[in-house]
Structure formats: C-alpha cells, structure tokens
C-alpha cells in the first residue's frame, strides 16, 4: 500500500445523487485515485461498513448495501482478495448483513462475508485494552464505509467513529461504560487512538443519503448527496463538518483530535483534488442540540445484555438443530 508523501493531506469529495452500482463504481474509482492510494496484486482487504444493528432493509443508519457492493467490486477487479464484516452493539454481522440486503447485493461478487467471532487484546497508547476482531488486525489495508449520521452522544459521526466496529459486540457497550465518565473524555481517546492500532487503509464515507436529526439509529433520512475519501479519516472528517455546517467545537470527538493537534484538524494541511467543502455545502442538515451522556443507562445496558442472550439463545438452537 502506498500514499501520497506530500505534506498536504488529500480528501477527495464528489457529488453523487444515487445508489447507481456503475456510477458508484466510477465515482470510487476517482476518490481512490485523487488520494494516491493503491495497492499490491492480490493485497487482502477488509472493507468494514457501519451495521449499527440488525435493522431493516436499506436502513440509513446503516451503510448502503449497493455503496459497500460498488466498492467490494471496484477492489475486486484491482485484483484485491476481499472480505467484508462489521460487528453490531447486538446480533452477529451476518445477519445484520443479510437483513440490510448487503448479502444480496454482495451476492454475485467473488468476495467472503466474515463474522467478527474471534479477537485479539489490543492495549491503547492511552492504556486500554480491547477486543479486537482479529480479521480487523490481520489484512493488509482496511477499507473505512462510514455513513454520515447525526448522534445523540457526539451529535454527528463520520470517518473516525466507524472503526469502533472492529470492537467485537457487546464489547462496544462496555466500552461505553467503563470510559464514558466525566464526559466521555477517556471514551473519546479510545476513538482517536484506535485506527493507529490498526492497518492502513481508505475511508470512503456513504453520503448520498445521509441521517440526520438523531442518531445512531432512528434519525430521518437527507439526501446529501455526496461521496467523499482520505487516507486520513480525521482530515475528512474536518471536511465533512465543513460541508454539513457543523462548527468542530460543538463536535466532541473532533474537538477532542484538535485539543490533541492531529493533523488532520488542521484545515491548512488539507488540499481538495476534486470538490472543495465550500462548492457541496448544505442546509439543513439537522444535529442533537443537546448530547446524552456517552455512559449509556442501566436500561439501555440491561436491554442491550438481554439481546445478547438472545442471540446466543438463537444461535444455540441452530447449532444443535
């Protein structure tokens, strides 16, 4: 894998106004390119889209199942070996895959649709240990699907927030619990440090049709109508605060990088090869006005638990049916 040595940070962004596989695939085709990323023949990938739950069909909580299909393909035919996976809060990512459609969307693809069922420790520069899904650790780059989303704990998540998911399962809720104290600030450099612990890879971010209002699920759909990628997922994500009119300060995980000064906070680091922030701007796009706390409630700890068992129940029936 290879990125541009410049000192500039390159985020491509493009105007993109449906799922339209092909267009997708040639809209792709030119993020990957304006950022300088390639790879080696036959480099293993993993493409990690946002699965938050086991919702329904096309959810826009969740990455478009055709959006994840035109980048599996595009990788495909650049001679990659991919997998895609995810692991949800609750349910295994397969299924959350099949009730999305991505499975059938990934169908006629020569691509392998993985379950996060095994893990590695992994400790943080910052001290924290996690659980790792192993598939996450042991591929050659990591391919970033992030949806845009408005949040009820971060009021809006993009790029850096979707690698969470290499935290297997009900992991992620005890995450929450156990670092979410005094407003979330350890929670946060958990989310900041992450991505340094795993491959490098691309982000490309799903924003034809984003979700907004709240978050992460139950928001109302808006027709952002863009695509946008970097090799620095923080730098896009400075981008996309930019494009959605949401200040950084009222941000707390971009806040948080800023506080930390990565680079890719520093707008005058960043350089556009396609769309500028300024030229895609919109309107409208509604955030949380005010944030829940990132330590969820015993209630949404204890439901979230009982779905757990559930699933455990379930697939134990399966097993020995």
């Known amino acids: 894998m290879k990125t541009l040595s410049s000192p500039e940070i390159p985020v491509a962004l493009i105007r993109s106004k449906n799922y339209k ?9 030119e993020l990957v390119k304006a950022c300088g990323f390639t790879l080696s023949p036959g480099a293993r990938l993993l493409l990690k889209p ?3 739950a086991a919702a329904r069909r096309c959810d826009p909580a969740c990455t478009h199942p055709d959006f994840v299909a035109a980048a599996a393909e595009y990788f495909v035919d650049c001679g990659a070996k991919v997998r895609i996976g995810d692991s949800p809060a609750t349910g295994g990512g397969l299924r959350a895959m099949a009730i999305s ?3 059938e969307s990934l169908s006629r693809l020569a691509v392998e649709q993985v379950e996060f069922s095994r893990t590695r420790t992994q ?3 910052c001290g924290i240990r996690l659980q790792v899904a192993r598939q996450a650790l042991e591929c050659d780059a990591l391919i970033n699907l992030p949806k845009v989303k408005a949040h009820s704990q971060l009021r809006v998540t993009l790029a850096m ?7 297997k399962g009900w992991r992620k809720v005890m995450a929450h619990q156990m670092h979410g104290a005094n407003q979330g600030r350890r929670f946060l450099d958990l989310l900041l440090e992450l991505p340094d612990i795993l491959p490098g890879g691309i982000t490309l971010v799903d924003g034809v049709e984003a979700m ?3 978050g992460p ?3 109302k759909k808006y027709k952002l109508e863009l695509l946008g990628a970097a090799c620095n997922a923080q730098a896009l994500d400075t981008a996309l605060l930019d494009v959605l009119g949401v200040d950084g300060a009222d941000s707390p995980l971009w806040q948080a990088a800023a506080n930390m000064e990565a680079p890719g906070t520093r707008r005058e680091m960043l350089y556009f090869p396609l769309a500028r922030p300024d030229e895609l701007r919109v309107a409208g796009f509604k ?3 005010t944030l829940v706390p990132v330590r969820f409630s015993l209630r949404h700890v204890m439901g979230s638990l009982a779905n757990r068992i559930k699933v455990f129940r379930r697939k134990r029936r399966q097993r020995y049916s």
């Open 21 to 29: 596989r092909n267009q997708l695939k040639n809209h792709i085709a």
């Open 50 to 52: 946002n699965l938050v």
């Open 123 to 125: 400790v943080l520069p």
């Open 161 to 167: 927030k979707n690698y969470f998911g290499v935290v």
């Open 212 to 214: 907004h209002g709240t």
């Open 217 to 219: 699920m139950h928001g």
């Open 101 to 103: 459609g991505m499975s």
């Open 287 to 289: 955030v949380p006005t």
